[in-house]
């Protein structure tokens, strides 16, 4: 029998470490080790608190603790954005950090009073306690827009699960995690919350993995390598829509780079050119348009498009030669930024930052074709909604064989923003069997491998161009496919699934013995 946590406080510090540890695993590319086990086992301590927990109120809070704290650990960067280019008082944009936390957080509290309520018993433990915890990750990736940056399956781009990405996609990943957690969780002494099931379950997961590695459904190389040139401005973010300071320098800095420029694809980032086109100066896009429809090389490049009358959008324009000018318009927008959602006007009009309610492209756009390649741009942290991107994948004749991101992460100042989003991509290249060619304001300016190797990368905070090589690839992946036909829904299946046998088992429990039936316990052999 488990003995209760009987005291809340040191119960609720506990938690409260466990998610910065968590946060922490997230976060190693800062550190340069990787922390995959880490992630595992913050959350196996939680795991064993919530099975300890006195009530499911009780776990509910130490669940939000942990949530919490693992969520300001990982975005507290926003609090950049907010107040040293926002305007906003450092204490107001502190609590803003802070609340946007604590209401991610409330998926986890959720789940983990749910696990306590359920109690499931001998064998249900380790896999009711995944399945809760993965409906709160797809809860928090899908709900209001979503907003799953740093969720736990980041953690092991660079560990033994890695392999099981082209299978199961990050949530999936982190879904096994809590498996492995709560088997570790259930090893002490634990014999009702299915330990002979957790730690099978845990040898098998790792076993499978080091097999996929090897075994990894392969696509194969598509035509021959392509030179690319990846511009990173620098142009500091509190003058980049300044007309008489950064505007200037973005026009100048990227026509010259992009006239010099030899590769056969150039690719500047998100708003690299900071204005409308009917604002530029007279014959600037022209100039750059007939550059490259003249010669022997393509562009993307980052701009807004639209007007008044018909709305803006984010977007990539693409000039090849022989061809009409190629638009991507951004799909999955970010909340305060690019749109204001209902009721939130009051908050962002406290804010002294450039903000537009933008229109949204289409999911599944067509990718832009040159070289014998398919480039499938994403801006920002589009590339942070996989399911998204598996759109393209429907015909395989039609699905990308290069992922283009263009982003200014500028916003978030030199900090560990930076380090995450280029994980966020090397994730998407084992997902897809994909290489990730990226271009930025101010980093991370580089080249992923379909293995998710990062070959060249710019240092970041400078001024350059980086130039390499990218091999386009070919083929389907099992999360490709299945993630383009039914989206996230074969997740949720798989984690409604142990809550639902767990209800049921709960539901035979409280039955009522009928009269003239025995109880289990008045039996007597």
């Known amino acids: 029998m488990t003995r209760p946590l009987g005291r809340p406080l040191p119960a609720f510090f506990l938690a409260l470490l466990g998610g910065l ?15 995959w086990w880490l992630q595992i086992a913050s959350l196996a301590v939680l795991a064993w608190q919530l099975h300890g927990a006195p009530s499911a109120g009780r776990a509910a809070l130490l669940g939000w603790t942990f949530a919490t704290a693992w969520l300001c650990g990982t975005f507290w960067w926003l609090f950049i954005s907010m107040h040293s280019y926002g305007g906003l008082a450092a204490p107001l944009a502190a609590l803003a950090v802070f609340a946007l936390a604590a209401f991610l957080g409330g998926y986890y509290a959720l789940a983990s ?8 018993g001998p064998g249900w433990g380790a896999p009711a306690f995944a399945a809760l915890w993965l409906l709160a990750e797809l809860l928090r990736g899908r709900w209001f827009t979503g907003f799953p940056w740093g969720a736990g399956g980041y953690a092991h781009v660079d560990g033994p699960l890695a392999a099981l990405a082209p299978w199961i996609g990050v949530y999936g990943i982190g879904a096994l995690a809590a498996v492995l957690a709560a088997a570790i969780a259930s090893a002490p002494g634990r014999a009702q919350w299915g330990r002979p099931l957790g730690w099978i379950a845990a040898i098998a997961v790792l076993g499978v993995a080091a097999t996929l590695w090897r075994d990894v459904p392969a696509g194969a190389p598509q035509g021959g390598p392509l030179s690319v040139a990846l511009l990173q401005g620098n142009i500091p973010q509190d003058e980049k829509f300044e007309g008489q300071t950064g505007v200037p320098l973005a026009l100048s800095w990227y026509g010259e780079q992009l006239a010099a420029s030899h590769e056969q694809l150039v690719v500047a980032p998100e708003t690299a050119i900071p204005l409308l086109p009917q604002q530029l100066p007279e014959g600037y896009l022209d100039a750059l348009a007939q550059h490259f429809r003249g010669g ?28 009409a000018p190629y638009r991507f318009d951004k799909h999955h927008l970010v909340p ?10 009051w908050f962002t009009d406290l804010l002294h930052i450039p903000l537009g309610d933008f229109n ?3 999911v599944g756009q067509p990718s832009f074709a040159w070289a014998g390649q398919r480039l499938a741009p994403n801006i920002c942290y589009e590339d942070l909604f996989g399911e998204e991107l598996a759109a393209r994948f429907v015909e395989p004749a039609q699905a990308p064989t290069v992922f283009v991101n263009v982003s200014n992460i500028g916003w978030f100042g030199d900090t560990v923003a930076i380090d995450q989003h280029l994980q ?12 990730v060619i990226r271009a930025t304001n101010t980093g991370a300016t580089a080249i ?10 710019l240092p970041r905070y400078t001024r350059g161009v980086l130039t390499g090589e990218v091999q386009g690839r070919s083929g389907t992946t099992p999360f490709a496919w299945w993630a383009a036909r039914f989206g996230l829904w074969p997740l949720w299946i798989v984690g409604l699934a142990p809550v639902f046998a767990a209800l049921l088992r709960l539901r035979g429990r409280a039955r009522p013995v009928k009269s003239g039936e025995c109880s289990p316990s008045s039996k007597s052999s």
Do not use: K
Not at 336 to 345: H, T
Not at 424 to 435: C, G, H, Y
Not at 448 to 457: F, I, K, P, Q, S
């Open 424 to 435: 966020i991509s090397r994730m998407r290249a084992l997902e897809f069997d994909r290489p």
């Open 448 to 457: 992923v491998d379909h293995r998710a190797h990062v070959t060249r990368l």
């Open 113 to 120: 009073g749910v696990y306590r309520w359920l109690a499931p």
């Open 336 to 345: 305060f930024g690019e749109f204001i959602p209902p009721l939130f006007r």
């Open 21 to 35: 540890a968590q946060a922490g695993a997230i976060a190693w590319p800062a550190t340069g080790q990787p922390l």
């Open 296 to 323: 022997s090389q393509a562009l993307l490049v980052g701009m807004p498009l639209g007007s008044y009358e018909q709305g803006y959008t984010n977007s990539v324009v693409g000039f090849r030669p022989g061809a």
């Open 360 to 362: 949204r492209g289409a």
